[in-house]
């Protein structure tokens, strides 16, 4: 057996979750991925690190098929189609989606995974495995039969219960569940995984509510993506990047996380593998942007929260990243038991990145800030004083160099984004002081904002190249210097702006993507192209006034998103093939901005205020 | 009993404990503030909550030093090492047993449940109060365990 058929692509994956957590479901019908009880927590299924020993749930036809897959309407409820010789069968995989209203009136699993099977036309044969490996695959659970109430795998304080209406043999020794079932046309079967954490197991209830549970969920999305006020270019496509990065949120704390997945590959075999179910600073204006502009306030709002609350801890300095609770010790270790991803290897787990200095993030949050007042928010007195102190640790650090926006480990130096980022943060800053939010030293700022400006004029632009650069003096350019415009430290129709657009598409575009630097990091080459930093290019275009053009790339663009709308971290040029973490939330929210950013500059952008936004708990549906 | 002694040295002891976990939270080890968490049970504002959870704090830490004072009545003695040992059980009770029960009586504290409807509430704390930073549980053991010492030296049977 090949590694491609072992691994599937990752394009092949779609994502379902709860906004806790989230799986993976291939096309093939197997959930490979499954962090519990949330998105950092160590995986239950990880058969998309290893395919041999990772732990998966399948479901599919016993012989050979095609198969076609959609998300329900708009929601995050997947239906694939399976078509074989013999019949079609249909597989729906969902974790329910029901108000906190309707959560209190039932008793729920504190997680649910539903897998609803039907057979639609013909007859066909359906193969079901069950393996959980918790603890990414080190521990084998304890299995046992109960009958009616079905398989319970325990390890530790985790229970999973797996029910339903195929009679299942068990492999005691393996803790694996295995059935072959025999469906025609008109059949119907379900599967259930409930799971608890150190609680008696709550059952997942039958199966006809389990449908009924599908169709609230699907309602429940719809709901939800109905308070979308985007109606500009390439809307579908929008909304679909609205409800993964939706899945991608933590609602307990409002945290986004970047992707639901580790160590996937940004080059197959290679060891740029990375942990990205953490929460990163340097996303967060982009974030906050996206979701007040797609009116979503009250996640914005949340987002913003979890920021201000995440970086309590370690104020007036910022990490990097943090976790979903806002815990920044993210220690960065290596899982030796695993595979890899189609042998990429090592399999990381955590951070290394959580101890770089890293100055862009200071000008995120400040922004974030900002915009999020802009839409009609408001900030108490101690978040006043928070966002003061991190204006005061700029004014003390900005002259430092550093890791960079692409956290290069290598020795820190002196990036023209950073730079920029400081003052972002200085001006928004004063812009907030302006507008009586907060109280800054005004001359101090005004002066440090004047003299980062000179110094990002005189040493971060280069006229032999008539370009801004990476780094100071230096003559290298890489995908962070589009975002000047974005964050209006420059005007993208300016000289200067335009020189640095041809020069960043001239060296490091391929087609409508664009690499992210070229610059040696200090691992092998072979990184594919960055997907959020076409999306930047885009509405960079769009902003220089050329929108025709910018709807043109991003029309291009949306062509290499799966089948279902997901985006990865990185895509392969030549191939077009998704790399690195998947789905990832950068890169939709870099979709959503590019639209946003063509609709405004149409003036066909609607926006809502933090004040009238709609509730959006409902008690009956 | 000696009321005016309970409630003089109980003002005292949740002073102390007010103060050094206050001073946590201003030295970046932990995010959590009792008078912040009562006083969101009654106000979404939060300059507001502070100045009505301290006070409602403050008269719980009379409460819990009437009933340090009918432990140490009870037993017939009052010292600092028994003040300590009742200290540490309160707090590790609170730890253990008030804090996680929190989500489900504040009115505006979400619940490791919530989603994916999403929130602005307060994060839960979790097991041991972790969510709101690792050396939480020390710390909030520490003032606890100060309390008590206080109350049991302080307090004469």
């Given amino acids: 057996m090949t590694p491609a058929d072992r691994y599937p692509p990752i394009s092949s994956y779609a994502i379902i979750g709860n906004c806790r957590t989230a799986a993976l479901v291939s096309d093939r019908g197997s959930i490979d991925w499954l962090c519990l009880p949330r998105f950092d927590s160590p995986s239950i299924f990880g058969a998309l690190l290893d395919a041999g020993k990772g732990g998966r749930f399948q479901i599919c036809p016993a012989g050979p098929f095609r198969a076609s897959r959609r998300y329900v309407g708009e929601s995050n409820v997947l239906e694939t189609t399976f078509r074989t010789a013999t019949g079609v069968l249909r597989l729906t995989d969902f974790m329910p989606a029901e108000s906190e209203w309707e959560k209190r009136r039932a008793l729920r699993p504190d997680h649910l995974l539903v897998r609803l099977v039907d057979c639609l036309q013909g007859a066909v044969d359906v193969d079901v495995c069950c393996a959980p490996r918790p603890e990414y695959a080190a521990e084998t659970p304890h299995l046992a039969d109960r009958g009616p109430l079905g398989l319970i795998y325990s390890h530790g304080r985790h229970v999973l219960a797996l029910q339903g209406d195929i009679p299942l043999a068990v492999d005691d020794a393996a803790a694996t569940a295995t059935a072959r079932v025999h469906l025609a046309a008109g059949e119907s079967r379900w599967l259930s995984l409930a799971y608890s954490d150190g609680f008696p197991a709550v059952l997942a209830p039958p199966g006809a509510i389990l449908r009924e549970l599908a169709h609230r969920s699907v309602d429940w999305w719809e709901h939800w993506i109905s308070s979308c006020t985007y109606d500009g270019p390439f809307a579908q496509a929008v909304r679909r990047s609205a409800l993964a990065l939706k899945l991608l949120t933590f609602a307990p704390s409002g945290a986004v996380v970047a992707a639901p997945t580790t160590s996937l590959p940004e080059r197959p075999g290679g060891v740029r593998n990375w942990d990205y179910r953490y929460c990163w600073l340097r996303d967060a204006s982009l974030t906050v942007r996206a979701l007040l502009g797609l009116g979503y306030t009250i996640e914005a709002g949340s987002f913003l929260s979890w920021l201000l609350h995440a970086t309590r801890l370690t104020w007036p300095e910022l990490r990097v990243l943090y976790d979903v609770y806002g815990g920044a010790d993210l220690r960065e270790r290596t899982l030796p038991h695993l595979d890899g991803y189609a042998g990429s290897r090592p399999v990381r787990i955590g951070n290394l990145a959580q101890s770089q200095l890293q100055l862009d993030v200071y000008g995120e949050v400040a922004d974030a800030a900002l915009r999020f007042v802009t839409h009609g928010g408001k900030l108490d007195r101690r978040t006043c004083r928070v966002l003061v102190g991190l204006g005061e640790t700029v004014c003390a650090s900005w002259r430092e160099p550093d890791h960079g926006v692409w956290e290069i480990r290598a020795v820190p130096r002196h990036h023209t984004f950073s730079k920029v980022m400081c003052w972002v943060a200085l001006d928004r800053l004063l812009q907030l002081h302006d507008r009586g939010h907060v109280r800054v030293p005004v001359a101090r700022f005004r002066r440090e904002c004047e003299e980062i400006r000179r110094a990002i004029e005189t040493r971060g632009f280069s006229e032999r190249l008539g370009s801004y650069v990476s780094t100071f003096d230096g003559d290298d350019v890489d995908a962070s210097l589009l975002q000047l415009a974005n964050f209006q430290y420059a005007d993208a129709a300016s000289p200067r702006m335009r020189g640095t657009y041809r020069r960043v598409r001239s060296a490091l575009g391929d087609g409508p993507l664009l690499y992210r630097y070229l610059a040696v990091d200090g691992l092998p080459p072979g990184e594919g192209a960055f997907g959020i930093c076409a999306f930047w290019a885009t509405e960079c275009r769009a902003r220089a006034g050329d929108v025709d053009g910018a709807v043109a790339d991003l029309e291009r663009l949306l062509g290499y998103a799966n089948d279902v709308g997901l985006f990865a971290e990185e895509i392969d040029p030549a191939t077009g093939a998704a790399l690195g973490n998947f789905p990832q939330a950068f890169t939709h929210i870099g979709l959503i901005n590019a639209a946003l950013t063509i609709a405004r500059m149409r003036g066909t952008l609607r926006t809502r205020h933090v004040s009238a936004a709609a509730p959006r708990e409902r008690k009956r549906v | ?157």
């Fill in chain 2, 1 to 157: 009993m000696n009321l005016p002694a309970a409630l003089l040295w109980g003002f005292a002891a949740t002073t102390v404990l007010t103060t050094l976990m206050a001073g946590s939270q201003v030295m970046g080890l932990s995010r959590m503030s009792i008078p912040f968490l009562l006083g969101t049970m009654v106000t979404p504002d939060r300059d507001r909550a502070m100045l009505a959870g301290i006070g409602i704090h403050f008269v719980n830490g009379w409460i819990f030093a009437l009933l340090y004072v009918l432990a140490f009545e009870a037993l017939h003695r009052a010292t600092w090492w028994l003040g300590a040992l009742a200290g540490l059980l309160h707090g590790l009770f609170v730890l253990v047993v008030v804090l996680p029960l929190l989500p489900a009586v504040h009115p505006r504290m979400a619940s490791e449940r919530q989603g994916p409807t999403p929130t602005r509430l307060l994060q839960p704390p979790g097991f041991l109060a972790i969510h709101y930073g690792r050396r939480t549980p020390i710390i909030a053991l520490i003032a606890h365990v100060a309390y008590g010492i206080l109350l049991g030296a302080l307090y004469v049977v």
